[in-house]
């Protein structure tokens, strides 16, 4: 495929089959919201804590700081090529590499697997606290009920994520007010949460970091629904931005919160973190917080069945996935062979890995991609390609994106 023409392609999909373009951005930026909120600070804050202890905030901040830089090169690509399986079409226009963008597209999807079923394992987990049932009888209902929102329709499982991701917020801020101003303070002190300038705890401030980085993972989702996005060119950069900073308030004023009323001991590898903010509230406030919090973690599998599913019809649509991948249903118009192709890897993964391989599995690959995309953007900045009224950052951003990755991905291998 010729590198300039990947922006105005939408593969062999027909008008009458095509993705509808309904997403506008305060559901677009919900959107992102949701799967990054749900997926990281409501399951990691406590298996983060057990690594950097009570600089776990700092972890979180390092992590934003990654993000960031990429984030922004996101934002530009995102409006050069508004397509499904957005990372492949990057990788493609950078380097005109089919192998490689069909590579990239592969790891997108995976990540957007594992990312679902570590979230699954923490919505069972508090699902589990509430009901009682078997965590494995759990996490067979939540993957079959989201695969049917999920196929349901894009419009409508997304409104349904936003109204979810509404809630999922204020149950952040009643922790955050709960954690801060109402609960005794069994945790850390304030000046015990900052770190000094060196230290052999910064080596678990860095391996907390890559944990933390999957807290962070779901802007880049936002690229891969980019052919339902009204004014893909308009929404889509100021939707990530929001997203990124959104949550990256919500992040450091939680944690602080948490680290503050919690016992460090009882924090450590929680697989219901949040809850514990509550141990000495009354039964109904923690009744309250918990349904949140399973509604929440929820919410985070919806949306990411949601992204794998339209990066392997977008793969399809071009030709670099088997065409069933792209079958739509002629009543919802959303791709039903991906779905329940996802649902099912979803579920065999969650009911056999514990949610600490996962979440560092996830990290891990989403910065193998992110490296591949800032050096996309780089190759594209360096033959000055022109393009239509695009968001457009200077070459230092993409730089730095592909060194803060590489540097994370290279320190959690080590």
């Known amino acids: 495929m010729d590198r300039r023409s990947i922006s105005m392609t939408q593969g062999n999909t027909t008008p009458a089959t095509s993705l509808r373009r309904s997403l506008n951005l305060p559901l677009l930026t919900l959107y992102g919201l949701g799967v990054t909120v749900g997926a990281g600070i409501y399951v990691l804050i406590g298996v983060t804590a057990a690594q950097a202890g009570p600089y776990a905030w700092a972890a979180f901040l390092q992590a934003a700081i990654v993000v960031g830089f990429t984030a922004f090169s996101y934002a530009e690509l995102a409006t050069r090529y508004p397509v499904s399986a957005g990372e492949s079409a990057y990788v493609d226009a950078g380097f005109g590499r089919a192998d490689i963008a069909t590579v990239v597209g592969l790891l997108v999807a995976v990540s957007g697997l594992v990312s679902a079923s570590a979230i699954t394992v923490g919505a069972s987990g508090y699902l589990g606290n509430l009901t009682g049932a078997h965590p494995s009888t759990l996490i067979f209902g939540i993957v079959v009920v989201i695969a049917l929102l999920a196929w349901w329709g894009i419009t409508q499982s997304v409104m349904v994520a936003g109204i979810i991701t509404m809630i999922e917020i204020l149950g952040l801020i009643v922790v955050i007010v709960w954690g801060v101003a109402l609960s005794e303070r069994l945790g850390v002190s304030a000046t015990d949460m900052v770190p000094p300038l060196l230290g052999g705890h910064w080596v678990g401030i860095v391996s907390a970091t890559v944990l933390a980085f999957f807290a962070f993972i779901g802007f880049e989702d936002m690229v891969n629904v980019a052919e339902e996005v009204e004014d893909p060119r308009r929404t889509l950069p100021k939707a990530i931005i929001y997203t990124l900073v959104i949550a990256t308030i919500l992040y450091l004023a939680t944690c602080v919160a948490v680290l503050m009323s919690v016992p460090m001991e009882a924090l450590k590898g929680s697989s219901a973190p ?141």
């Open 274 to 414: 949040l809850t514990l903010v509550f141990a000495g509230a009354p039964e109904t406030v923690q009744f309250g917080f918990a349904s949140i919090a399973v509604v929440a973690t929820v919410n985070g599998v919806l949306i990411q069945m949601i992204m794998v599913s339209r990066v392997l019809y977008g793969m399809a649509d071009r030709g670099r996935l088997p065409a069933y991948f792209a079958r739509l249903s002629a009543r919802t118009q959303t791709p039903y062979v991906s779905t329940v192709f996802v649902a099912l890897c979803i579920l065999g993964l969650s009911l056999f890995l514990p949610i600490e391989r996962l979440a560092g599995w996830t990290s891990q690959i989403v910065l193998c991609v992110f490296l591949c995309v800032n050096l996309a953007l780089v190759a594209i900045k360096r033959r000055a390609e022109p393009a239509n009224d695009h968001f457009s950052v200077p070459l230092l951003v993409p730089v730095c994106g592909m060194f803060t990755s590489g540097a994370l991905l290279a320190a959690s291998l080590l």
